[in-house]
T-cell receptor, first 114, second 113 residues
Framework: GAGVSQSPSNKVTEKGKDVELRCDPISGHTALYWYRQSLGQGLEFLIYFQGNSAPDKSGLPSDRFSAERTGGSVSTLTIQRTQQEDSAVYLC????????????FGPGTRLTVT | TQLLEQSPQFLSIQEGENLTVYCNSSSVFSSLQWYRQEPGEGPVLLVTVVTGGEVKKLKRLTFQFGDARKDSSLHITAAQPGDTGLYLCAGESSAGNNRKLIWGLGTSLAVNP
């Protein structure tokens, strides 16, 4: 597809369960970002992948959060032992990471932890 | 720590009015981007400003980058209900190779018919 896609669009899970969120970036984009957004709020940076470099994990809120990017393309964000405070929209963005770091976002995954 | 402050946080106006939203920092940015986000969707890039003092126009939207590249403004003329959304600014640091953007918390705009 032409844009960034994310799946699932909505996820409802019980507290304590693990979830996996998927992001398919724009083909050829070497940079990939995960963000978290609470209702009506700005973006909270989680993790950043750039090519084959080690990812910048400085935004991950706890060790329950992890992400991987396979083959420089698709990325999966995993949240283990989910808590109610993990409820939010998780956004993925990709970028050419050239001179201008313009980011293209997917529609997000709305996670609700009950 | 680099911060971007956006103001106002919320704005509700009538169709046809003009408005300006601000994005301010004490830090210098090599570039600054403005995004609009509609409910249920991801942010969409509106414009990137790079040069201090730069002004860019996108139809009824006028973006300005401060001379010192520390602040920016977005002015909307004759606002329409379709302008409703969350306006986010994001700055790219002048230093280092880290390509993370610094994000403001956004201005939530509602344009009433």
């Amino acid at each position: 597809g032409a844009g960034v896609s994310q799946s699932p669009s909505n996820k409802v899970t019980e507290k304590g369960k693990d979830v996996e969120l998927r992001c398919d970036p724009i083909s050829g984009h070497t940079a990939l970002y995960w963000y978290r957004q609470s209702l009506g709020q700005g973006l909270e940076f989680l993790i950043y992948f750039q090519g084959n470099s080690a990812p910048d994990k400085s935004g991950l809120p706890s060790d329950r959060f992890s992400a991987e990017r396979t083959g420089g393309s698709v990325s999966t964000l995993t949240i283990q032992r989910t808590q109610q405070e993990d409820s939010a929209v998780y956004l993925c963005a990709s970028s050419l990471a050239g001179l201008s770091n313009e980011q293209y976002f997917g529609p997000g995954t709305r996670l609700t932890v009950t | 720590t680099q911060l971007l402050e956006q103001s106002p946080q919320f704005l509700s106006i009538q169709e046809g009015e003009n408005l300006t939203v601000y994005c301010n920092s004490s830090s210098v940015f090599s570039s600054l981007q403005w995004y609009r986000q509609e409910p249920g969707e991801g942010p969409v890039l509106l414009v990137t400003v790079v040069t201090g003092g730069e002004v860019k126009k996108l139809k009824r939207l006028t973006f300005q980058f401060g001379d010192a590249r520390k602040d920016s403004s977005l002015h909307i003329t004759a606002a329409q209900p379709g302008d409703t959304g969350l306006y986010l600014c994001a700055g790219e640091s002048s230093a280092g190779n880290n390509r993370k953007l610094i994000w403001g918390l956004g201005t939530s705009l509602a344009v009433n018919p």
